[in-house]
């Protein structure tokens, strides 16, 4: 035991701390989870650890986690509440605590089932709100940067930005990782992009994407290394997300969007009308990235759900039926 890993899980005994610090190189290396979730899972088991210190008067060790109690884990969680903590973020903290100790079990450290005894805070099932296709074509198209006195070269970017989440379902944290090299232009049709849990796919771009990428390549005053970001900022460093919420926040006046109006908004825009024209479910979830169809079957009750608003609203019986 080194004492980086006594500092990193100061509240655990050396055995669980050394348990600790492997699981986070499991996620790290094997898992390959990013860099974002692995710092809030360990913040999480540290959490909990420090929990356990308290609520049972000593240091963890593995034999702790052997001999923890749904009665232990209903506790940490009641103290959670008491610090504000939401369903959302305890739920996420929980599901890092389940791998921590799945990942004893496998390796024949620990074994405990008072994490599976316990109920889930439940959370509203809510479904994601699209633009329509009116508004999101509008969003895209550069409209709402009408008036802007800023540089053009830094509208043509931020409209590219927005042309590829609407026009290829990007997340926004995909968009802004394209590298110049693999820019989409001219006979390039497609991207090769790396989303949640490293999973590759392959990505078709429709014309009017790679046109608004041309332009935003041919307006912008500085040399873009081809291992570098396709887009970035005034200091030439890759873009930051922020500035491309922003811009979708000055949109929402220019344009009348809704609140709900936000970068992620176009990316379930782009599921919602390929779906409501006909497109595979399947088709659908293999562009989105998604894991499991489970995630992307969100969007047939997305569409089913506008199209009882629109007979609801416009059918002359809809009243005397719904």
């Known amino acids: 035991m080194n004492a980086e890993t006594l500092l990193v899980f100061p509240a655990a005994q050396a055995d669980l701390a050394a348990a600790a610090q492997t699981w986070i190189a499991h996620i790290t290396g094997e898992r390959r989870l990013s860099a974002h979730s692995v710092e809030a899972y360990g913040r999480d088991l540290r959490q909990f650890l420090a929990f356990l210190a308290e609520h ?88 709402g940067f009408v008036g802007e006195t800023r540089a053009a070269w830094t509208i043509a970017r931020d409209t590219a930005v927005l042309a590829l989440l609407y026009g290829a379902g990007l997340r926004i944290s995909e968009a802004l990782a394209i590298q110049r090299r693999d820019a989409p232009v001219g006979a390039l049709d497609h991207l090769t992009i790396t989303g949640k849990g490293q999973k590759v796919r392959q990505v078709p771009v429709i014309e009017p994407v790679r046109l608004a990428i041309a332009h935003y390549l041919d307006l912008c005053p500085f040399p873009l290394a081809a291992e570098g970001p396709l887009f970035i900022g005034l200091r030439r460093g890759p873009l930051s997300p922020r500035i491309i919420q922003l811009a979708i926040e000055r949109m929402r006046g220019a344009l009348g969007l809704p609140a709900t109006a936000t970068p992620h908004a176009l990316r379930h825009s782009f599921a919602t009308h390929l779906l409501s024209r006909g497109g595979d479910l399947r088709t659908i979830q293999e562009l989105l990235g998604h894991a499991s169809l489970s995630t992307t079957q969100i969007y047939t009750a997305v569409d089913s759900s506008r199209l009882l608003e629109a007979y609801r609203a416009n059918h002359p019986r809809a009243k005397a039926v719904s």
């Open 56 to 143: 049972q008067g000593a240091r963890p060790d593995l034999a702790a986690i052997d001999a923890l109690t749904p009665g232990d884990v209903r506790a940490f969680m009641a103290s959670r509440r008491r610090d504000g903590t939401g369903n959302r973020s305890l739920l996420r903290q929980l599901a890092g605590l389940r791998s921590f100790v799945r990942f004893t079990e496998r390796e024949g450290l620990a074994k405990t089932l008072a994490f599976s005894t316990v109920r889930t805070p439940k959370l509203p099932r809510t479904l994601p709100k699209p633009l329509s296709p009116g508004l999101a074509r509008e969003t895209v198209s550069g409209d």
